[in-house]
């Protein structure tokens, strides 16, 4: 058998790793990682059973895949919720000083806002995600992805830091707060903890109170 699908148009050999784990992706999505089969995912791709394994070593290897693409996307969100709290600060701090200063944490605040947003809408991505990376062994295909994520969230809290909006300290560590923080609020959202139409209303007060407490104060 070839690896000309049915239904979805022809891949050449470069253009099905791709394709596969844009499938997985979406099955990812519909049913969870633990229903996403290299069978399934050759059978909706239109290839043959045998085809994904040419390019992907097992399951493992095709969900690692399937977890970076999320771990990208959930970048791409994050981005767009900065922007909009940007634009909004912006817009407050025409309004005079009381709103600028209600606006000044508005990046950090986005950035926690937006990993709960992000998980409580896919709770399979964030549900792969957690058992790629918030393990006893982070895979190290990830490493890459990982490190260029983390590393824009230390930046803007030393930008916060020299600016004198957040007590001085070691960044990471403040970093590594945050994260358990957001982690903590997705997985008590989605394990019904939370009531789902109260979640993100006590989210953004929980990391409004978690913002005060590491504003600088002046």
């Known amino acids: 058998m070839t690896e000309r699908p049915a239904g979805r148009g022809s891949y050449h050999h470069g253009a099905l790793p791709e394709a596969l784990v844009g499938v997985a992706f979406e099955l990812l999505d519909e049913v969870g990682q633990e229903q996403v089969t290299m069978r399934e995912v050759a059978r909706r791709a239109g290839v043959s059973a045998g085809a994904p394994f040419r390019h992907f070593a097992d399951r493992r290897a095709l969900l690692t895949a399937v977890a970076d693409r999320v771990l990208a996307d959930f970048e791409a969100w994050q981005r767009a ?3 909009a709290a940007t634009e909004a600060a912006v817009a407050g701090a025409g309004e005079g000083a009381a709103g600028s200063a209600g606006d000044r944490r508005a990046v950090l605040r986005a950035l926690g806002l937006g990993f709960v947003r ?3 809408r896919h709770p399979h991505r964030f549900a792969l995600v957690r058992s790629r ?3 006893p062994a982070p895979q ?9 994520i983390d590393r824009a969230y230390t930046e803007v809290i030393v930008a916060d830091q020299a600016a004198g909006l957040l007590r001085p300290g070691d960044p990471e560590l ?3 707060a945050g994260q358990a ?4 609020l997705a997985q008590m959202i989605l ?3 939370l009531p789902a139409e109260k979640a993100e209303e006590v989210a953004a007060q929980v990391l409004d109170t978690f913002g005060r407490g590491i504003a600088n104060p002046r």
């Open 81 to 83: 919720e900065v922007a």
């Open 118 to 120: 992000y998980a409580v």
């Open 133 to 135: 990376v918030f393990a």
């Open 140 to 148: 190290p295909e990830l490493r890459e992805r990982l490190s260029g």
């Open 174 to 176: 403040v970093g590594f």
């Open 181 to 184: 923080l957001v982690y903590g």
């Open 191 to 193: 394990d019904g903890y």
